[in-house]
């Protein structure tokens, strides 16, 4: 029996596409193998997954990160990795930016204290009035409260605008830039090296997840370097809204008052203790507070008192009222 060329052909191509095929397939399979091999054999944390952890650590508007780049890694416990890493941290806005916001962040917090010493003491003092019958709107109706209680309200309202940062590290990395600027203003110039960025060295242990790799617990974190740049340093002055002292507007405290040879007070009882208001010593108002009440009396007297160097520091009014 003869067989056909053409058909001879046919077959032998047939034979060689199939060929082609297999070996195409066990190739792509090769491959496939020695893909997953590679990944179960070497997968750990790279400075991308570094980077998304640490990008949600420093959310904060006015600061960003660059520059991150993992240094070193080895493989511990189970599934965990350790990691170490550089990054670093920079103010938005350059030098001129960071300037003022390092400036009136430490004038505002210094502020914050005494403002709420201020309120304490007028809360105090007005829930002793309202005691004695002499506030009949309470402690709210006190007009140095008021005038108190807005003065905080502003200032935090202030400091959560001009600092946003809510994350540990990101307020941490700024208070240590914030600390240098305040130490390079003390010299007193106009123009100072401010912080505008910090080199941080971290180590951490990341662990695998199905969205990929994370921090097992907040990386320890140390500056490496603190970049400066020249900026005209801000200098606020102290706002009469945080005053410790004296009153803007008048007050009536009663008491009992205290003539002496050289110095008289009005003796004003504070929750079981006493307060004793220096009374102005000329002659005029002397007279007119004494023509009033003598050295024993019960009297109210009308004025604005310096609450801190108990002091009566602007007389309006005596009156003579029962014990």
Known sequence: ?????????????????ARLKIGGAARALAVVA????LVACSSQPETADIQKDLAEAYACPVIELSDVKKADGAKADGKL?????????????????????????AYLEALVQPTQIALDKALFEAD?????????????????????????????????????????????????MRSAAEEAAKSGQSQVAVPVA?????????????????FADMPAFSTVEIVTASATYPRFKAEATASTSA???ARRLVGKVRAG??????????????????????????????GTCKDGDTCAITGQFDDKNEKLIQFSKAEKVAP
């Open 1 to 17: 029996m003869q067989f056909s060329p053409s058909c001879q052909t046919d077959s032998a191509e047939q034979s060689e596409t």
């Open 261 to 290: 040879n050289t110095d008289s007070c009005l003796e004003v009882p504070v929750s079981g203790d006493t307060k004793c208001y220096t009374l102005p010593s000329e002659p005029e108002l002397a007279t007119r507070i004494f």
């Open 34 to 37: 020695c893909v997953a091999c």
């Open 81 to 105: 990795y350790d990691v170490s890493f550089t990054h670093t941290v920079s103010v938005k806005g350059g030098a001129e930016a960071a300037a003022k916001l390092f400036s009136e962040w």
């Open 198 to 214: 910090i080199k941080v060295r971290g180590t951490g242990r990341m662990g695998k997840a199905e969205s990929g790799w994370h």
């Open 128 to 176: 002793s009035r309202a005691a004695q019958g002499q506030l009949p709107g309470g402690r709210n109706a006190d007009p140095e409260v008021r005038r108190l209680t807005q003065a905080k309200e502003q200032l935090a309202s202030r400091l959560a605008s001009l600092m946003p940062c809510e994350t540990i590290e990101a307020v941490t990395r700024l208070q240590v």
């Open 247 to 249: 009153s803007s507007e």
